[in-house]
């Protein structure tokens, strides 16, 4: 009798002590998608529903080779504006109060730098590539044949978001090449490492205001 009372005790407090640790809401915690100095998150567990073959290429395609910021930003525009400088190939949020989020970008290559004020039109997530045909002209010529549509994913150069500018062609997008960020590489669009996108996806509307200078 003394050893059946006494396992019934220690079931108990087990069984205590296991509702005492689970979350109150019967939500589980899991990875954060921020940046991290462990890197975990995402790219880790999936790709299109697959395990990661290693942790050396979830870490090529994910990691920002430049680190964002929060930096004073004095500029009289609204918060939740959104500035890429082609010069200083930077991406500012606008946060308001005196402050913004930098991130590093690759802009536009030489013949295809732009400038404008736009707004956000749409966003998505792993997004389709849908190669203009101009671009799979030009990258016939060099030999490149270009698909006509390539699904997202990690190998879709559009990366892991998107945020469509207007009606135009042009949009704010991740990379499966994050050693382009800080470059001037792109066809015109606006790149972001993976997880620096994934972090602006999260903080930007639609509408928002979106201003590319030189």
Known sequence: MK?????LAATLMLTAGLANAAPKDGAF????????????????VLS???PM?????????????????????KEDVAPGTVIVDNSERRLYHVLGHGIAVKYAVSVGRDGFLWTGVNRVSRKTEWPTWTPPE???????????????????????????????????????????Q???????MSSGCIRMANEDVEHLYAQVSIGATVIVRD
């Open 3 to 7: 050893t059946l009372i006494a396992t």
């Open 29 to 44: 915690e899991v990875a954060s998608l921020a940046s991290t100095s462990q890197k975990t998150g995402w790219l880790q």
């Open 48 to 50: 299109e529903g697959k």
């Open 53 to 73: 073959k290693s942790a050396k290429r979830r870490d090529a395609v994910s990691r920002a080779p430049i680190a964002r910021e929060i930096v004073r930003f």
């Open 134 to 176: 101009d671009m799979r002209a030009r990258e016939a010529k060099k030999g490149k044949i270009l698909p006509v549509s390539m699904k997202g994913g990690l190998d879709n150069p559009l990366g892991a978001r998107a945020l469509y500018l207007g009606s135009t062609i042009y949009r704010i997008h991740g990379t499966n």
């Open 178 to 184: 994050p050693s382009s960020i800080g470059q001037a």
